[in-house]
């Protein structure tokens, strides 16, 4: 080990008195904007000791000051502490600030799904729902209150204006879809849960221990978590990140345009008993394969703009898919027919 | 409004990926703001390239630089023109460890000829940035072992070595092999870097882990990073 000023750090951040008894693998994000991850292990731990990441530019070192912010505000609640890597420390060395969490177990959902040899797609995707839908209830009831259907339309609205906003020549058709389905919403007359959001919640960001209910789960990657936002749009970040899951190229874009058609078993087993719980009434009806289909462009429309944000460079993402899918649907179908009766106002 | 057509494709991403992790050692290595180096060896130029924001000047094998100021010398791809004739090898190495200050660090990125490659997309490729064919040789003749044999030879002090994955040139996992980790951080690391999720790369990933169970992976795998200390 060279850079013994890291070591030395990132031993007092471990609380490990020889320096010399860590050793640092690094595992780098996969982006070129990504950030440096190290895992410091001691020999006969199961897990690591520390995380510690640094950002890779030092230009978008706001991304993890933004996550350890928020890591350190949300662990004073309780109910988010043991779902959430304690904040262990934060140094700077060699002109790069670092950000030390403590190691958690388990392993990630992408990576028991990449690493099953037996288990069907199907089945596995079922015990992740399962799984997500425990996880996210407990961290959406830590702050949660009834929006109107006007103020999730609302919220589709205003995602669809940033992305016309920064795109120049947005698309017609994609804005006009927008907000046709931003009436159909407010048509709905039924209320959605507003609060706490992850915001990544995806198989990459879960940890669990294991396959059952019950295990012990922990969420990572906080950057993206905001404290007042429509919370269906975690449920269909998890059902979307899924049906998407190992697939590349081609067939990502194919599994984009099917995608609520192949969704329906993780609707089934995830959006719809959390809207039984999260909601007081009105479950049935988002469920209607109309309304569903207004909340899935609600999530899209959110997405693409994540999409969109997380470019360091208009051209910087490899791998779009939400934007271009839309561009396609929006396309392929007719816009949907804004009900007169309604009296939301865009 | 970006067409999914004119999106940045898969090859071209891979290429600006490359441009951006290739110095990604620096971190675990130490290399800092204040730091004057020496790039050499066949990719020297994408090197120093890579290094010049991160350190304070970067000299190429063949500038003249001042005695006693490098703190790092790096070398990527094959060491010299002859690869073939040891000797020249060694001069080339034991120029650049003479020039580094006392307290200084060469660095040598490798390619093992027996690392298990075929298993994936793991070599080092020779395109550049903008796809065009690299001149450098990557493979160098000789392997880690001989090349630790040369730095000891020399005086080094401190000689360490770590596995590259994928490659030298994108190394998103830096796995210590000598001196060795624990067993569960490498499988750690190899599931990581590759995570291609079908029945056939979930088996491969669960013989990888065998071999490093039984401590044969530390030989196989297909890019070193090997650095020595001058003596203060």
């Avoid at chain 1, 719980?277 to 959110?302: D, F, K, V």
Wanted: aromatic letters at 8%; one cysteine or more.
């Amino acid at each position: 080990m060279l850079n013994a000023t890291l070591q030395q750090a990132v031993a007092a951040a471990a609380s490990v008195a020889d320096p010399h008894e860590l050793h640092l693998v690094q595992c780098s994000s996969t982006g070129a904007t990504g950030a440096i991850i190290f895992h410091a292990w001691v020999r006969g731990d199961s897990q690591p000791r520390v995380v510690v990441k640094t950002p890779r530019d030092t230009r978008l070192q706001h991304a993890l000051q933004r996550e350890w912010d928020a890591v350190t505000a949300l662990r004073v609640d309780p109910r988010l502490a043991a779902l959430i890597p304690a904040a262990l420390a934060t140094f700077d060395c060699d002109g790069a600030k670092y950000y030390a969490y403590a190691g958690v177990p388990g392993r990630t959902m992408y990576s028991r799904f990449r690493n099953r040899i037996l288990a069907s797609r199907d089945s596995m995707l079922e015990r992740f729902a399962v799984q997500a839908l425990d996880v996210s209830l407990r961290v959406h009831a830590t702050h949660t209150r009834e929006a109107t259907s006007h103020e999730v339309a609302r919220d589709l609205l205003m995602d669809l204006a940033w992305l016309e906003g920064a795109i120049p020549e947005f698309p017609q058709s994609v804005a006009e879809c927008g907000r046709a389905f931003a009436h159909r919403l407010a048509d709905a007359r039924h209320h959605l849960p507003r609060g706490r959001v992850h915001g990544d919640f995806s198989p990459y960001n879960v940890l669990t221990t294991g396959m059952r209910v019950g295990v012990e789960v922990r969420l990572i990657d906080w950057e993206h978590t905001e404290a007042e936002r429509p919370q269906h749009l975690d449920v269909f970040r998890f059902v979307s990140a899924c049906v998407l899951l190992g697939l590349r190229g081609q067939a990502r874009h194919q599994a984009f345009g099917q995608m609520p058609a192949r969704a329906a078993g993780l609707v089934s087993a995830l959006l719809r008993p959390w809207l039984h719980q999260m909601t007081a009434g009105g479950a049935a009806t988002w469920l209607e394969p109309e309304m569903l289909e207004a909340l899935w462009w609600h999530y899209w429309t959110h997405a693409a703009r994540r999409e969109q944000e997380r470019r360091a460079r208009p051209d910087d993402y490899r791998d779009a898919t939400y934007l271009p899918g839309l561009v396609a649907l929006s396309q392929r179908i007719a816009p949907p027919v804004r009900s007169r009766s309604s009296a939301f106002a865009c | 409004m970006e067409r999914p057509g004119s999106l940045l494709t898969e090859p071209t991403y891979r290429a600006r990926l490359r441009e951006a992790t290739r110095t990604d050692w620096r971190f675990l290595l130490g290399v800092s703001p204040d730091d004057v180096v020496l790039a050499g060896g066949a990719d020297a130029l994408h090197l120093a390239h890579s290094l010049s924001p991160w350190v304070r000047k970067v000299y190429r094998l063949d500038q003249q630089q001042p005695p006693d100021v490098l703190d790092w010398v790096f070398f990527s791809g094959a060491l010299s023109p002859q690869e073939g004739a040891a000797a020249d090898v060694t001069a080339t190495l034991r120029r650049a460890f003479d020039a580094l200050r006392p307290g200084g660090h060469l660095a040598i990125t490798l390619e093992n000829r027996w690392g298990l490659h075929w298993l994936a997309d793991w070599r080092t490729s020779r395109r550049d940035t903008h796809g065009r064919e690299s001149t450098g040789r990557s493979v160098t003749r000789h392997g880690l072992r001989w090349h630790r044999e040369r730095l000891r030879g020399m005086g080094a002090d401190q000689i360490c070595s770590y596995a590259l994955l994928p490659s030298r040139d994108a190394p998103r996992a830096i796995i210590p092999v000598d001196p060795p980790c624990p067993p569960e951080a490498q499988k750690m690391a190899l599931d990581q870097v590759w995570q291609r999720a079908s029945p056939a790369a979930a088996i491969v990933r669960k013989a990888l882990g065998a071999l490093v169970t039984g401590g044969l992976m530390r030989r196989l795998y297909p890019h070193y990073l090997l650095v020595g200390r001058k003596p203060c």
